[in-house]
């Protein structure tokens, strides 16, 4: 209709999906949203530089990834860590909290993962759960169309972080990050593990997530002015043409920049439907 999109660069991607094994549409992705101590590989292997942790820097775990020149990436854990750290995005997936149910989010101190992650981690197909490293790792292999994991590369890369807990005094970044973390009572009780050796029998069985780039939106959207009016290119406003909420950027189209934190978007779409609904009112008399 002649309105101007603008900052259709600003995607915002989650680094962290996953299929959904009982899909409610067709292309259905869950996102992890991960406690701090998996271990993260990339396709062939290799584990993601530092700062790049779980849960820590999306835009920069994207960047790292796309120049890999390969779209998925793995998570190695243990049942300890997915007991304490994974949670899944999406209202079914969170009964205890969509059900106002204090009974059920107590339970989430107890020990044992929340049940939708042991239903995923039973039927999802990015799931492989074994007790041995090399027999993870043949699996894994398994979930891609040509065997890019070399399983003593794979093996190293563990045993290197395994070996920063033999002592108080390893300098793993991420070790330290989980340490820190842990300092905050509601995350030691129940969002971050201690810190354990993956290879340890007692933390065990390991498991392997595959990760996929999943698309949830974009921050771009029609240009407005202060009313909620679209806009053209050329700057005037389009006739009878009001835009707000999410197809305005979540405020305008360009309230919202590449970082920007998902908590803000409610009071952006709010604020300028108020806008655009007093104007189109006053609009027509």
Known sequence: AGGKLINRDRMWHYTEGIRNWSPIWSGHGIRILPGPSSL?????GRRLPA????GFDTL???EHIVKTGYEHTWFILTQRIIEKEFALSGSEQNPDLTGRSIRMTLGRVLPGAPAPVEAFKRHGEDFVVE???????RR?????????????????EVRARDAQLTNAFGKDAQLTAVRGARKYLGDRLIRVAPPHRLLDPKAGPLIAVRLSILTRKTLGGLQTDLEGRVLRA??????????AGEVAGFGGGGMHGYRALEGTFLGGCIFSGRAAGRAAAAAVG
Not at 51 to 54: N, W
Not at 131 to 137: D, F, H, I, N
Not at 234 to 243: E, Q, S, T
């Open 40 to 44: 993260w590989l990339d396709a062939l």
């Open 131 to 137: 007790r041995t490293l090399p027999e993870l790792v």
């Open 51 to 54: 700062p790049l942790f779980p």
């Open 60 to 62: 920069g775990t994207l």
């Open 234 to 243: 050329d700057g005037r406003p389009l006739p009878g043409v009001y835009a």
């Open 140 to 156: 894994m292999n398994m979930l891609t169309d040509e065997p890019l994991l070399d399983p003593a590369a794979v093996e190293r």
